[in-house]
């Protein structure tokens, strides 16, 4: 034997433990113990020769290590699997699921994503999470560079600089086009906040003095600049949860304070929304009321026609006078068309 073929051999037998290791995490569950003859014929495949003994006392090392391996059986028929590991096949299907169903991760980085959480249990349970997620026609969004994105947010973010971006529509053509004729916005980043499926950045915007929010798969070409970010005494008064309950879409509008009237079966519709801190009112025997601070705009108001005859601004008078004419203008145009 060569001396090269030597040192090979012994440095595959410094990996033998590594590949028991892998082999048993890939490999095994509750379900499906792995034999110590399964084991040896791997590290076979490696180019590794390993005696039953040898076997025994890495998983041994292995337990001391901290990993939660479980023997079955006894003898010649025993077998091993791990059973504790860092995330329950629960836990994963729910991460798995959430990353399916956003609509901001496009298709292809879900594949990805859902191909690394798989390697978090045995090949078994993989099986069951590829299952569980599958999605029929998922309308996902087309920007691959949203990784990119939300890394350099968080970027600004930790080291309190601004950042500054394009941001884009899309044309009736499908086309991209940039906004502000492709001007930079120069914006302080200070969350990240995911609503009615996409994910917005919230920052502020000097040159206009207030907190803004913008989706993150329409932000290109992002870039942290040496400037430090303002805005923080705003920021810091702001409750990022009633941000979110007051905003419907994350629509731009003017905050208001509204009362609301809804039939009683909408309770539970309207807590979803609202948050279970707001108060409700008995309203007669059929019906309740309530105030809470909301952002008026055409989203609030699409809100609350949802409900039909069954939900009603009351108050304030401006407020319920804006949404009449948002009426008049949709009957309007349904008019013209007839």
Same mark, same amino acid.
């Given at each position: 034997m060569k001396d090269g073929d030597g040192m090979a051999r012994s440095s595959f037998q410094k990996q033998k433990i590594l590949h028991v290791m892998d082999y048993l995490l890939r490999n095994s569950d509750e379900l499906h113990p792995v034999s110590v003859a399964q084991l040896v014929a791997e590290l076979e495949r490696h180019g590794i020769s390993a005696e039953r003994k040898s076997i025994y006392d890495d998983i041994e090392c292995l337990r001391e290590y901290g990993m939660d391996i479980i023997q079955t059986g006894a003898g010649r028929n025993s077998g091993y699997y791990v059973a504790g590991?860092? &995330? %329950? /096949?629960? %836990?994963l299907k729910l991460l798995v699921d959430s990353v399916q169903s956003s609509k901001f991760i496009t298709q292809k980085k879900t594949v990805s994503l859902i191909r690394k959480i798989e390697k978090l249990v045995s090949v078994y349970e993989a099986q069951q999470l =590829?299952?569980?997620? @599958?999605?029929?026609?998922?309308?996902?969004? #087309?920007?691959?560079?949203?990784? @990119?994105?939300?890394? %350099?947010? =968080?970027?600004? $973010?930790?080291?309190?600089?601004? $950042?500054? &971006?394009?941001y884009f529509e899309y044309t009736v053509q499908k086309e991209k086009r940039l906004r502000r004729n492709g001007a930079w916005y120069v914006i302080s980043p200070f969350s990240l906040n995911w609503d009615d499926e996409n994910y917005y950045m919230v920052g502020f915007d000097s040159a206009s003095g207030q907190l803004k929010h913008f989706r993150v798969d329409k932000m290109l070409d992002i870039e942290t600049t040496e400037e430090p970010r303002d805005g923080? *005494?705003? @920021? *810091? *008064? /702001?409750? #990022?949860? $009633? @941000?979110?309950?007051?905003t419907f879409g994350m629509f731009n509008g003017k905050e208001t304070l509204v009362k609301l009237r809804f039939e009683n079966h909408l309770v539970g519709a309207v807590l979803d929304r609202l948050g279970r801190d707001v108060m409700l009112v008995p309203d007669g025997k059929e019906h309740f009321t309530l105030w809470t601070e909301v952002v008026v705009s055409p989203q609030f108001f699409a809100w609350v026609l949802g409900f039909g005859a069954e939900a009603q601004i009351l108050e304030p008078q401006a407020v319920t006078e804006e949404l009449r004419e948002y009426i008049r203008q949709v009957v309007r145009l349904y008019e013209a068309q007839a």
């Open positions: 590991r860092d &995330f %329950e /096949l629960p %836990e =590829h299952r569980q997620v @599958y999605v029929q026609n998922r309308i996902k969004t #087309m920007n691959e560079s949203i990784y @990119y994105n939300v890394d %350099e947010i =968080h970027r600004g $973010i930790s080291e309190n600089r601004k $950042i500054r &971006f394009h923080q *005494a705003i @920021y *810091a *008064a /702001l409750d #990022m949860g $009633i @941000y979110s309950r007051k």
